[in-house]
Nanobody, 119 residues
Framework: QVKVVESGGGSVKVGGSLMLSCTTSGYTFNSCVMGWYRQAPGEERQMVSHILSDRDIYMSGIGQGSFTASQDKAKNAIYLQMNRLETEDTAVYFC?????????????WGQGTQVTVSS
């Protein structure tokens, strides 16, 4: 059974930094992506980054160049370094691990980690 756990959230001031970690159990990197998403109160969940390999990382543009995603294949983990945080970055950040099905991929989600940025 695949389990996904996010950590590293917290409360910071504008301009601060946080590094989120997503660790897994029962999972190994495969042909499906792992990804970071976020959901602010009253808003839909947004994709922040998709990671297929350490050479194939897609950033959606959220964070405007201040966010960097990375992968540790040996640990089956991904990370999200967030610098120069702004108040609009306040959200619950989720990690999803893609698991292959017969025809596509399905996501296993973590419980999320809260990021709060205040002025």
């Amino acid at each position: 059974q695949v389990k996904v756990v996010e950590s590293g959230g917290g409360s910071v001031k504008v301009g601060g930094s946080l590094m989120l970690s997503c660790t897994t159990s029962g999972y190994t990197f495969n042909s499906c992506v792992m990804g970071w998403y976020r959901q602010a109160p009253g808003e839909e969940r947004q994709m922040v980054s998709h990671i297929l390999s350490d050479r194939d990382i897609y950033m959606s543009g959220i964070g405007q160049g201040s966010f960097t995603a990375s992968q540790d294949k040996a640990k089956n983990a991904i990370y999200l370094q967030m610098n120069r945080l702004e108040t609009e970055d306040t959200a619950v950040y989720f990690c999803a691990a893609g698991v292959p099905t017969r025809d596509s991929c399905t996501n296993v989600w973590g419980q999320g980690t809260q990021v709060t940025v205040s002025s």
